[in-house]
Nanobody, 124 residues
Framework: QVQLVESGGGLVQAGGSLRVSCGTS????????MAWFRQAPGKDREFVAA???????YYADSVKDRFTISRDNTKSTVSLQMNSLKPEDTAVYLC??????????????????WGQGTQVTVSS
C-alpha cells in the first residue's frame, strides 16, 4: 500500500521560512517524479514544484527563487524549503508522486499518489 505523509506545516510571519517534508512508503521512490501542489480555500489545486528521478527541478513562476525542492532517495523523502514567504502562499500543501511526461509535469491529474496535505499559513 502506497502512503505519502506530509509534515512540517505551520504558522509563519511574512518574510519567514518553513520547510515541509513528505515521507513515502510502498512505492519505487527512485522511479517517480515527486511534486508539491497547494490548494487555498475556494481555489483550484496549483502546481508548486516538481523533481524528477534524475533530480531535475521545475517551479511555478510564483515561487521560483524562493522555494527549493529536494529529494533523498535513500530515505524516500521529498522536501520543500520555502523562504521569503508571502501571505498568498497560504494553502494546504500536498505531496504527489507520478510519472508525467515532461511537458505535462504541472498537470495534477497525471500524479497517481497523493498525501493528505499539511497547512501552511503566512500572516501579514
Amino acid at each position: 500500500q502506497v502512503q505519502l505523509v506530509e509534515s512540517g506545516g505551520g504558522l509563519v510571519q511574512a518574510g519567514g521560512s518553513l520547510r515541509v517534508s513528505c515521507g513515502t512508503s510502498g512505492l519505487n521512490f527512485r522511479s517517480y517524479t515527486m511534486a508539491w501542489f497547494r490548494q487555498a480555500p475556494g481555489k483550484d489545486r496549483e502546481f508548486v514544484a516538481a523533481i524528477r528521478s534524475n533530480s531535475y527541478t521545475y517551479y511555478a513562476d510564483s515561487v521560483k527563487d524562493r522555494f527549493t525542492i529536494s529529494r533523498d532517495n535513500t530515505k524516500s523523502t521529498v522536501s520543500l524549503q520555502m523562504n521569503s514567504l508571502k501571505p498568498e502562499d497560504t494553502a494546504v500543501y500536498l505531496c504527489a508522486a507520478g510519472v508525467p511526461i515532461l511537458s505535462a509535469i504541472r498537470d495534477s491529474s497525471l500524479y497517481r499518489h497523493w498525501g493528505q496535505g499539511t497547512q501552511v499559513t503566512v500572516s501579514s
